[in-house]
């Protein structure tokens, strides 16, 4: 990739390099009539989806040089991929870089965000549709249509503003990660030094007010600890838009065991991300210090080119396995069996990853995950909450909490 895209995600510059050898002697899953029969009827619903920063890096807003009707082979996502994965709603992703919050420029670049998930919706109208409500995603996706939802990567897009998230909520937004890689004047994120151990009081506004628009939290990026602050304070089912489980892959971004019980109680759903950094252990342990390295390099190196010098060794001392679609199933039955089958969903990170698990490369393979769900036991109406149903319940339950507490406050 050029090197001018460095300030996305870091995770998406540590491709896998001359690849370790693994212990996992699975071999690859094959697809049946009965899986696909399932995956067909359901409604496959991801959290988490970044195209629409690929399409704004590429300064590419009105789709000239990404015609997505058309194979893409330099991204994960594209139409005949959509389809041929079976995708009916999707969040899109809103991210903008963290650093963007130093210079202030982040509510301008998240509305250029949001202009180009929109500008995406209306450029392929036969393909996308704007949702905002649960209901919305029933209707589009019975209309043979890809319901499209806004997600903000990250609380530095409000800038310390709860009008501006008011706002975000009125162009279409209906979630909000809270933290991205750097903590915030008002959260711990997962990667960086903890300063609040949790949330500080206007963390807490932010919570309530999301609550109260009918925006779901997003836990995703935070500390365990702020995970668990939110838990306790919120008053809507919460959601983790692209996390794995800890207990697997010991790497911050993913959700302990006690937060996994939390949300079960909260009657949220933790959404498995399928960047192999986050679902297996090896990657796990060559990505603990990636944040942390990134930045020291960035501060010692300051010149870009020096910078991709060393941040290009620094990925080649840190190789690790793919990975498979079983490792990510893995997570899927961890968190059933941790937190329950009403717990969990797919949050792939897709293009916002370098690299992908075996049988996992792109949009077109979510039937993979489906096929190994039936070969491991699990029956047709477990499988579609895991695939998508989940997620569409708590976006509904946010609804009514959001009805619930805008009543009280007119008592």
């Known amino acids: 990739k050029a090197f001018r895209f460095y300030t996305m995600h870091p995770e998406v510059y540590l491709h896998v390099a001359a690849e370790p050898k693994t212990t996992d002697k699975r071999g690859e899953v094959v697809l049946t009539d009965d899986a696909l029969k399932i995956h067909r009827e359901a409604l496959v619903f991801d959290g988490h989806n970044d195209l629409p920063y690929k399409i704004r890096e590429k300064d590419d807003p009105f789709f000239r040089r990404y015609d997505l009707t058309k194979l893409q082979p330099a991204l994960h ?10 995708v009916g709603a999707q969040f899109w992703s809103a991210y903008v870089a963290a650093e963007t919050a130093k210079d202030h420029t982040a509510v301008k670049q998240t509305l250029e965000q949001i202009d180009t998930i929109h500008r995406l919706i209306k450029t392929y109208p036969d393909t996308f549709a704007l949702a905002l409500t649960a209901d919305d995603v029933e209707r589009i996706h019975k209309e043979g249509k890809i319901a499209s939802l806004i997600g903000l990567e990250g609380g530095h897009s409000i800038d310390n503003s709860l009008g501006v998230l008011r706002m ?16 915030l004047d008002w959260a711990d994120a997962a990667t960086d030094t903890p300063r609040l151990k949790g949330l500080s009081p206007f963390g807490e506004r932010v919570v309530h007010e999301m609550n109260r628009l009918g925006m779901l939290v997003d836990i995703s990026h935070v500390s365990a600890d702020t995970m668990r602050h939110v838990l306790k304070v919120a008053k809507a089912p919460v959601i983790a838009s692209h996390s794995s489980a800890f207990a697997l892959a010991d790497h911050p971004r993913n959700v302990p065991d006690d937060v996994l019980k939390l949300v079960a109680r909260n009657r949220g759903v933790v959404m498995v991300n399928f960047y192999p950094g986050f679902i297996t252990p090896e990657g796990a342990r060559a990505m603990k210090s990636m944040f942390e390295s990134y930045r020291e390099l960035q501060k010692k190196y300051p010149k870009k080119e020096e910078f991709q010098e060393a941040w290009g060794a620094w990925k080649k001392a840190h190789p690790f396995p793919r990975g498979s679609v079983h490792d990510v199933v893995d997570h899927i039955e961890h968190i059933i069996k941790t937190a329950g089958i009403d717990h969990v969903g797919l949050g792939s990170d897709y293009d916002g990853i370098g690299s992908t698990p075996k049988q996992l490369d792109d949009v077109s393979y979510y039937p993979y995950i489906t096929q190994e769900l039936l070969s491991r036991g699990y029956k047709r109406d477990e499988i579609v909450k895991v695939l998508g149903g989940n997620t569409l319940r708590v976006i509904r339950e946010a609804e009514a909490a959001a009805r619930t507490l805008r009543d009280a406050r007119k008592e």
């Open 77 to 86: 996502t594209d139409i005949p991929r959509l389809m041929k994965g079976g």
């Open 168 to 183: 975000l909520h009125r162009l279409g937004a209906r979630y909000m990660t809270l933290t991205h890689s750097d903590n």
